[in-house]
């Protein structure tokens, strides 16, 4: 079992920054890829980007998530981040950070375990 709790999430305005935060109490945490999704109200599931296990650090990202979104990890912390910066309305989802054996997935499907999401609400 990989237990994922997801913080950071929030009110913010159109163009703040916000950090998420997905951090695990599970003893192989870095042996797991991890991805970032998101999903607004009446939409599906959205991938945004993903990094790979150990010290391989790999990071892939939905091509409508680069430039604005990053995606890091700390190991010795069992953390995975997401820096958003220059957030818009559009970007209102829960987000919910994932885990997989083996190299990154962009398909949802792929990640054995998911954190309980949190809101991130951007005003306009």
């Known amino acids: 079992q990989v237990p994922l709790v997801e913080s950071g999430g929030g009110l913010v305005q159109a163009g703040d920054s916000l950090r998420l935060s997905c951090a695990s109490s599970?003893?192989?945490?870095?042996?797991?890829?991890m991805g970032w999704f998101r999903q607004a109200p009446g939409k599906e599931r959205e991938f945004i980007g993903a990094?790979?296990?150990?010290?391989?650090?790999?990071?892939y990202y939905a091509d409508s998530m680069k430039g604005r979104f990053t995606i890091s990890r700390d190991n010795a912390k069992n953390t995975v981040y997401l820096q958003m910066n220059s957030l818009k309305p559009e970007d209102t989802a829960v987000y919910y950070c994932?885990?997989?054996?083996?190299?990154?997935?962009?398909?949802?499907?792929?990640?054995?375990?998911w954190g309980q999401g949190t809101q991130v609400t951007v005003s306009s």
């Open positions: 599970g003893r192989t945490f870095d042996t797991y890829s």
């Open positions: 994932a885990a997989k054996v083996g190299p990154i997935a962009t398909i949802h499907h792929s990640y054995n375990y």
């Open positions: 990094i790979g296990w150990s010290h391989h650090n790999f990071t």
